[in-house]
């Protein structure tokens, strides 16, 4: 019972340094989208993506990059990583964007930015 | 979506009824009504949703008023593990916009043993 999973937990990197943020699921789900967490802060959305081939930004989309290749993964990636960007990041997926709909969290990826 | 109104913390002694209120008197016909919790340092967890009817599973009750103004999350026997920041959120879709989901403040629910 995988659910979402979200790779690696922790990362730390170098101002100026890319990576991929890594998420899947195993549920099947269309719906797919990415947010981050700041210190007692609500959580703020990304990107999102509805199916596969289909991507979207959403509401702090600079400074990061989405693709859905297929329906089960959904890698994030920082191009040039900087301080700003130190986060909380998590991954979630639903059947579908439509009401009624139940979003399901991964665990998070906390990312550190030096 | 509708603006939410919930007590900033709440407190509730283990093995009792744990009752979470939320305001919502700006709700259309067509939102829903979620429930979400946090745990610290973990990843959102989905509790429940309702439109009109009170639901319940396995997690959780949840009572929506007749005028959809308000409602009530019940924790039925609360446990120690239950202690999470608890968050009511209204809206049409369970996703998708630019917007996402906004989960606001929530409640910081305390379990005492």
């Known amino acids: 019972n995988a659910g979402v999973t979200q790779t690696p937990k922790f990362q730390v990197l170098k101002t100026g340094q890319s990576m991929t943020l890594q998420c899947a699921q195993d549920?099947?789900?269309?719906?797919m989208s990415w947010y981050r967490q700041d210190p007692g802060m609500g959580l703020r959305l990304i990107h999102y993506?509805?199916?596969?081939?289909?991507?979207d930004q959403g509401e702090v989309p600079n400074g990061y990059n989405v693709s859905r290749s297929t329906t089960e993964d959904f890698p994030l990636r920082l191009l040039s990583a900087a301080p700003s960007q130190t986060s909380v990041y998590f991954c979630?997926?639903?059947?579908?964007?439509?009401?009624?709909?139940?979003?399901?969290f991964g665990d998070g990826t906390r990312l550190s930015i030096l | 979506d509708a603006k939410t109104t919930q007590p900033t913390s709440m407190d509730c002694a283990e093995g009792r009824a744990a009752n979470l209120p939320c305001n919502h008197s700006t709700i259309s016909g067509n939102e829903y009504v979620y429930w979400y919790r946090q745990i610290h340092s973990q990843g959102p967890q989905y509790i429940i949703h309702?439109?009109?009817n009170n639901e319940t599973n396995e997690m959780a009750s949840l009572i929506i008023t007749e005028d959809r103004k308000s409602s009530t999350l019940i924790l039925p026997h609360a446990t120690l593990r239950d202690t999470a920041v608890y968050y009511c959120?209204?809206?049409?879709?369970?996703?998708?916009?630019?917007?996402?989901?906004?989960f606001g403040k929530g409640t910081h629910l305390i379990i005492q043993p």
């Open positions: 549920m099947n789900h269309e719906y």
């Open positions: 993506s509805v199916g596969a081939g289909i991507t």
């Open positions: 309702g439109l009109k």
């Open positions: 959120i209204v809206r049409v879709f369970s996703g998708g916009g630019a917007d996402g989901l906004t």
């Open positions: 979630a997926s639903s059947y579908s964007a439509a009401g009624g709909q139940p979003q399901h």
